[in-house]
């Protein structure tokens, strides 16, 4: 069994949060069919659209309320909510390119609920997993990158043993944990830190659920995670 536990030191800063997980097993996330995903992609940024309704890009409220929780944890400049790079993609008309099944499948619900949505691969989790503040120096290799770019003090971060697994929340997660064609173990994570972001939050964890049993034949299993119950047990395998 492996358990998956948020701080006491997020819950301080975000007393309100929800984190819903989704775990899934014997997953087939080899690439057959590209431009199925791409049009899944392509009818989730139309969706989307819903979330873009000003001018001004920063002014969109999705985008501001991600932005005021990113304010309140140390974090790398430049570090954003995936939701916002997501919507960001979609507003500069250069849309969401498939990457695997799985990662277009959460790429397109979390741009159909404007939630956001970031899953490791459970075969590389060294020992539990944690959500919450940093103590700095957790290692991290980005993906893309060889060197070490580890985690600052208090920032907001996913961890296990060996070091951090995503830094800022959602925002940049790292190789060590990465989905690839060949995960078939999988935890997903899709978060909201306050009472409006969580209007969206289990539709759209039932949705992804629904989405992959359709399109994969795979039965996730669903976790809530809040502050009077900050822990969760589940399967390994």
């Known amino acids: 069994m492996k358990k998956f536990q948020i701080d006491q030191s997020f ?3 975000f007393p309100e949060a929800q984190v819903n997980v989704l775990v899934l097993h014997d997953v087939d996330n080899h690439i057959k ?29 999705i985008v501001q309320s ?19 790079a997501l919507l960001k993609r979609v507003d500069q008309g250069k849309g969401v390119g498939a ?20 899953a490791e691969d459970l075969s590389t989790i060294k020992g539990d997993i944690h959500l919450g503040k940093a103590k700095g120096g957790e290692a991290f290799y980005p993906l893309g990158d060889d060197e070490n770019e580890p985690a600052l ?6 961890y296990d043993d060996e070091g951090a697994i995503c830094r800022c929340l959602n925002w940049r997660d790292g190789k060590r944990t990465m989905l690839t064609e060949d995960s078939s173990d999988v935890i997903m994570f899709m978060e909201a830190t306050n009472d409006i972001q969580k209007e969206r939050l289990d539709d759209a964890t039932q949705a992804l659920k629904t ?8 039965e996730g299993t669903m976790y809530q995670v809040v502050q009077n119950a900050p822990i969760i047990t589940f399967d390994e395998k």
């Not at 003090?153 to 996913?158: A, K, N, S, V």
């Not at 989405?211 to 795979?218: A, C, D, H, K, R």
């Open 11 to 13: 819950w301080e800063l």
């Open 211 to 218: 989405l992959i049993n359709t399109e994969m034949g795979v």
């Open 99 to 118: 990457i695997n099944p799985l990662v277009d499948l959460y790429n397109s619900i979390s741009l159909q609920y404007g939630v956001p949505v970031g």
């Open 66 to 84: 991600w932005r005021q929780t990113y304010q309140q944890f140390k974090k790398k400049k430049g570090a954003r909510a995936s939701i916002e």
């Open 33 to 61: 069919n590209t431009q199925h995903s791409e049009a899944v992609l392509k009818q989730a940024e139309t969706k989307a659209a819903q979330f873009l309704t000003e001018d001004n890009f920063s002014d969109n409220p």
């Open 153 to 158: 003090p208090e920032e907001i971060i996913y």
